[in-house]
């Protein structure tokens, strides 16, 4: 079965477009892929959500896509609001920031689905900021730093669910 991930922030148009975009550009370096269909839908599946409804059906913010160009970075999708059906569909729900966690649990009220529910930068490995921060008011290096900050995040997190699927499978969980 895929490995669903759901990458949230505010307006799904900066930083969770953003997420899920790096980590499908890491996943299909990484052999990933799934070579007959071409998509990603056998190993990794990523989505991205905001918490709120300002930017709903927007593409990425054209500053967040310039920065991740310069990386080879394609940025693809269109905001949409995340929604309670996400605790249930998502392996693991990564918030970019503490306000976006406290939006996110707080529609989980019983904490059924607390665990599944973590900050973006607990995987970072070479970046100290506990939060990504929220570019859209800020000039061209504040795209450029969440870029890096997130692809040093999704490689932490490619490595956790690699080491995760291995782990599954030596205990036969």
Do not use: W
């Amino acid at each position: 079965m895929p490995y669903k991930l759901l990458f949230v922030c505010l307006g799904n148009i900066c930083r969770s477009p953003s997420a899920e975009n790096i980590m499908n550009h890491l996943v299909e370096q990484a052999g990933l892929i799934d070579s007959a269909s071409q998509t990603l839908g056998s190993s990794i599946i990523c989505d991205s959500a905001g918490t709120s409804s300002y930017h709903i059906g927007s593409p990425p913010d054209r500053r967040m896509t310039q920065a991740a160009q310069l990386r080879g970075i394609k940025l693809r999708g269109e905001a949409r609001q995340f929604q309670k059906s996400d605790f249930e569909e998502f392996d693991l729900i990564l918030a970019m920031d503490k306000e976006n966690y406290r939006n996110i649990v707080s529609l989980d009220p019983t904490g059924k689905y607390r665990d599944k529910v973590r900050l973006m930068c607990d995987f970072c490995t070479r970046h100290t900021l506990k939060e990504v921060p929220d570019p859209y008011y800020g000039g061209p290096e504040g795209f450029n730093q969440v870029i890096d900050l997130l692809l040093d995040a999704c490689e932490g997190l490619l490595q956790y669910i690699i080491g995760d699927r291995i782990k599954e499978l030596d205990t036969g969980e």
